[in-house]
């Protein structure tokens, strides 16, 4: 039991990568995660979502995890080209997909909302990589910081957590802050104000 929530906590803390992402990628890269925002009662507020656009939501989610299931595999690092260009496309679908069942303000909105749960880890996006124009050596050093991320929580797993499991959530989260800092502080001058501009208006994301 004690590992189901080990697994579970690091997917809630690392779900808002997902429509980053696409596919089902390493370290929290899934396809219905951060779409999965949608399903938050907050969000759908701030978005002023209809009862049909929540349908319509739903139903691509379980179609997605349909897909995954069929799909089997998981994400090693060995596969990482060919896995990389599978996400890629897979995020292309849902994002066009999305797109057809918000309006522009919406989607826009949602964006913003996802990047702001991402964190530094958004920067692994490659429309985001592409937006704030990171080099080749800021890109290594984004994935060298995710890579460590996910070695810690590895080890967190390996080790059995510990005691309580309100501190251990919170551990989590603190590695997680911990790292995205860190990501974002590859950036320059510049890329940091393109970045809080991406980010729009501070969004308080409240969970049930």
């Not at 999965?36 to 907050?42: D, K, T, V």
């Not at 997909?97 to 996006?125: H, P, T, V």
Request: charged share 25%; with cysteine.
């Amino acid at each position: 039991m004690k590992r189901i929530f080990l697994i579970t906590c690091a997917v809630v803390l690392l779900g808002s990568l997902a429509i980053a992402q696409g596919g089902r990628g390493q370290g929290g890269r899934g396809g219905a995660g951060g779409i999965g925002l949608l399903m938050n009662e907050s969000v759908q507020k701030e978005l002023k979502l209809t009862s049909s656009q929540i349908s319509k939501v739903e139903a691509m989610m379980e179609s997605q995890r349909g897909q995954r299931g069929g799909g089997g595999g998981g994400g090693q690092r060995g596969q990482g080209g060919q896995r990389g260009g599978q996400n890629e496309e897979a995020r292309a679908a849902a994002i066009k997909q999305l797109k057809s069942i918000l309006d522009d303000g919406q989607y826009n909105r949602f964006r913003e909302i996802s990047l702001q749960q991402a964190g530094g880890n958004a920067l692994m996006q490659a429309e985001v990589a592409k937006e704030l124009n990171l080099t080749a050596d800021q890109k290594s050093k984004v994935e060298g910081y995710s890579q460590d991320m996910r070695d810690e929580f590895r080890d967190m797993f390996q080790n059995g957590g510990g005691g309580d499991r309100q501190a251990m959530m919170e551990e989590m989260q603190d590695i997680r802050e911990h790292y995205s800092k860190k990501m974002l502080g590859v950036l320059n001058s510049d890329q940091e104000k393109k970045w809080k501009e991406m980010l729009g208006k501070p969004f308080k994301l409240v969970r049930a």
